[in-house]
């Protein structure tokens, strides 16, 4: 068999056991498992994965994952998500369509604080969605915006995917952080224009004005000032140089807890439930590393990425060309993976192609430059058809409105983001111009 046929053989092994509903990490390390014993044999398989593991999980950079994901469980399950929400609506609320426009900039500023896509929209719905259907929202605006709302927690900063970017391809996680910002806020903008403009060429999804028009209170206000304290404290220690973005993951789990108990809403149950939680979120992410990592292994024996690298080297096509198709396959990816694994799975393929072109910048900016364009794309698989995770999560908790509405909900988002990507991928700078003053 040549080693195009096992590396495709191996692809479609791990796509069958995904599609009987296999996990990923095992369907992962079911085909890596498969492709290294038939390339080696099965003493040096036992041998690799004897060292693989600790190899993998004795980075002290890997602390982030699970730190970040309890950040967010104590925000989540102390409350701080509601309040968010209800300041959001104030400032937003004069505007047609403002209560979806609230659930965007609540989202972001949940996503300053969680770092994960499915739990911002998960929370963000569970407190906006019964105060959007009470206004007279459609489901299908209502679910479509919770939805892509719930990106945003992979866009900002601090966001788990770009962690593991980070680590496969041995960059600066604080520039990562800095890269992703403005970004980031394009994005919150662009939905938010989204509706704007949704609201008025297709009447009838929203109300002509909310009912009730809140006032901006003391109470509103200080119920924000705990995600605005913990942002602070979190990255501006992190570029101010007093720790680093392990240290500040550990600074900032630990000052979203004190948030929390200001709010009182913080039970010993849920205390338990936060910690309970991040266990078994951070299990699943190793567990998919140890697949990824295996996986990969396999490809490597096979060489096919090396002459992937080599072949589109030599090609007479532009370098943006190139990165254009490479985020047209993850479109298409993410119709079957998630965010984690397609990152793990992907970037060691990709990253030495991309880094063998020529963009005129240096290697470092052109690394980080990728890895905004491969999370934005990602954060697109995560609402695109016929999967979409965060649809499922949206739908799933507003049980009233089919699926197909939800979908339908998403297509505004959607071309936002086909408008962002492409001003990111044509104009670097975008994306490059705060990376200049981390130090």
Same mark, same amino acid.
Not at 124 to 142: C, D, F, N, W
Not at 198 to 216: C, I, N, S
Not at 219 to 240: R, T
Not at 318 to 331: D, E
């Given at each position: ?308 690298? %080599? =072949? ?7 370098? #943006? /060309?190139? !990165? *254009?198709?490479? +985020? @047209?396959?993850?479109? &298409? ?31 470092? %900016? =052109? ?7 491969? #999370? /934005?794309? !990602? *954060?697109?698989? +995560? @609402?695109?058809?016929? &999967? ?52």
């Amino acid at each position: 068999m040549s080693s195009l046929s096992l590396a495709g053989m191996i692809f479609a092994v791990m796509l069958v056991l995904m599609a009987i509903r296999v996990p990923i990490a095992v369907s992962m390390f079911a085909a890596g498992t498969f492709g290294y014993i038939y390339q080696v044999g099965l003493p040096p398989f036992f041998n690799n994965l004897n060292g693989m593991a600790f190899a993998r999980f004795a980075s002290y950079d890997l602390s982030v994952i699970p730190l970040f994901i309890l950040m967010g469980n104590f925000a989540t399950q102390g409350g701080i998500s509601k309040a968010l929400f209800q300041f959001a609506a104030v400032v937003m609320g004069r505007f047609k369509g403002g209560l979806a426009m609230a659930a965007v900039l609540a989202s972001a500023g949940f996503g300053a604080i969680c770092g994960s896509s499915v739990a911002t929209a998960a929370t963000i719905t569970s407190v906006a969605l019964p105060e959007m259907k009470r206004h007279g929202y459609s489901g299908r605006l209502s679910t479509g915006t919770l939805a892509a709302g719930g990106t945003l927690g992979v866009l900002i900063p601090p966001s788990v995917p770009l962690v593991i970017y980070a680590i496969l391809t041995e960059q600066n996680i604080a520039k990562l952080f800095a890269a992703a910002m403005i970004p980031g806020i394009i994005a919150m903008l662009g939905y938010m224009i989204a509706i704007a403009v949704y609201v008025r060429l297709v009447p009838g999804h929203a109300p002509e004005k909310d009912a009730e028009q809140a006032k901006m209170t003391l109470e509103s206000l200080m119920g924000v000032l705990p995600i605005a304290a913990v942002f602070l404290i979190v990255f501006g220690g992190i570029y101010g140089g007093l720790f680093t973005p392990t240290e500040g993951a550990g600074v900032g789990a630990a000052a979203t807890f004190v948030a929390a108990l200001f709010k009182r809403e913080l039970t010993w149950a849920k205390v338990k439930l936060c910690f309970y939680s991040t266990a078994a979120a951070s299990a699943m992410i190793f567990m998919i590393f140890i697949g990824a990592d295996l996986m990969n292994s396999a490809l490597a024996l096979t060489q096919v990425p090396a002459q992937l690298a %080599s =072949v589109i080297q030599g090609w007479d096509v532009s370098p #943006l /060309m190139v !990165v *254009g198709g490479i +985020l @047209l396959f993850y479109v &298409v990816l993410g119709a079957v993976m998630d965010e984690l694994s397609m990152i793990l799975l992907t970037i060691p393929i990709f990253f030495p192609v991309v880094m063998g072109l020529d963009f005129g910048m240096p290697q470092e %900016s =052109v690394a980080i430059w990728f890895g905004i364009m491969v #999370l /934005m794309t !990602v *954060g697109f698989g +995560l @609402l695109a058809p016929p &999967v979409g995770l965060n649809v499922y999560v949206v739908n799933g908790m507003a049980k009233t409105v089919p699926i197909g509405e939800s979908y339908r909900g998403v297509m505004p988002f959607l071309c936002s983001d086909v408008i962002r990507s492409l001003l990111v991928l044509f104009f670097p700078a975008v994306s490059l111009w705060l990376v200049q003053f981390v130090g």
